[in-house]
């Protein structure tokens, strides 16, 4: 069996919008991998703390389905969903390499917030030895220090790929806000999520 090269996108996709898209589609080029799996958290821990609102799984597992329908190299998944208790990025790739096999490479797509918080994950540096950080940019942040992270997890900067990818300035706050306000989110998000959003009255 050949080596199988598996992209994931992990994320709360409140909603996913296609800043999401754009970035998993260069990605997914750029590193040559076979599919992007896109992994919605069902109860992503570092957010819970922060005593943070979020939109039911059904709800936000249904857009992702929409926005992704169509394009052959992206696969929802829903076993973060599915897993009881808080979301941990290492249970995720963990569960996945016995699911794909030992020949799997895993790619685990982050931004530089999520990056910069690395040292709070759990067990990051075993999560470092079980799959490649992919590191891609973002309107406003800075690039991370890969010397501090060195610092607080040895080893890490030799796990991550720095990535640069087309700098799409559109978050899942500024669409949730412009829903409230009753503003249009057209551009922002697919056009079958901005119906979905509208059908069932999410974010107002």
Same mark, same amino acid.
């Given at each position: ?7 994931? %996108?992990?994320?709360?996709?409140? !909603? ?5 898209? &754009? @970035?998993?589609? *260069?990605?997914? /080029?750029? =590193? ?63 569960? %996945?390499?016995?699911?794909?096999? !030992? ?5 685990? &797509? @982050?931004?530089? *917030?999520?990056? /910069?918080? =690395? ?86």
């Amino acid at each position: 069996m050949t080596a199988r090269k598996i992209g994931v %996108l992990g994320g709360t996709f409140d !909603p996913v919008h296609l800043g999401h898209l &754009i @970035v998993a589609a *260069d990605v997914r /080029a750029k =590193l040559g991998l076979s599919r992007v799996l896109f992994v919605p958290a069902g109860k992503p821990w570092l957010k819970l703390k922060e005593e943070k609102k979020i939109t039911a799984a059904e709800h936000r597992l249904a857009m992702v389905r929409l926005a992704i329908k169509g394009n052959p190299y992206f696969k929802v998944s829903t076993m973060e969903i599915d897993r009881p208790g808080s979301s941990y990025s290492i249970d995720t790739v963990s569960e %996945l390499k016995s699911k794909l096999g !030992p020949k799997a490479e895993i790619y685990f &797509i @982050v931004g530089p *917030d999520a990056l /910069a918080e =690395l040292p709070q994950w759990k067990e990051p540096a075993r999560l470092i030895e079980a799959c490649q950080l992919v590191a891609i940019g973002r309107p406003g942040y800075r690039k991370v220090n890969l010397r501090a992270l060195e610092r607080s997890v040895p080893g890490a900067a030799q796990r991550i790929v720095l990535l640069d990818v087309p700098q799409i300035d559109i978050s899942s706050t500024e669409i949730r806000k412009r829903v409230a306000q009753g503003q249009s989110i057209r551009r922002l998000v697919p056009e079958a999520v901005e119906k979905y959003i509208e059908k069932h009255k999410l974010y107002r």
